[in-house]
């Protein structure tokens, strides 16, 4: 499955300073579906480089780091459980910042 995936807020320090990845991702095996948390599971593997601890709590994702699927905030589609779908966008921002 083809997602575009973006982070922002300083979180792409995390994946090698790269803001934007386009990225395919192969359906865990028996599942006819790709959810948040398999995706989740995938960006930890293959694309956070340092400090994981830093993006992600347990199979989510830290408080202070907000999700968007296709624009749309993933608290209102179902967050770990949200569906996802070919040429997905999804975005990752921090909203937490140092002062």
Not at 1 to 14: A, K, N, W
Not at 40 to 54: D, G, H, Q
Request: aromatic share 6%; charged share 25%.
């Amino acid at each position: 499955m083809h997602l575009m995936l973006e982070f922002g807020g300083g979180l792409e320090l995390l994946c090698e300073s790269v803001k934007v990845h386009n990225v395919n991702v192969d359906m865990p095996k028996g599942a006819d579906k790709l959810t948040m948390k398999d995706l989740l599971a995938w960006v930890r593997t293959n694309l956070i480089k340092e400090r994981p601890e830093m993006f992600m709590k347990g199979e989510s994702v830290r408080p202070g780091v907000l999700v968007l699927v296709n624009d749309c905030d993933w608290e209102l589609s179902g967050q770990l459980d949200t569906t996802l779908e070919d040429k997905d966008v999804v975005v990752f921002i921090s909203t937490l910042h140092g002062g």
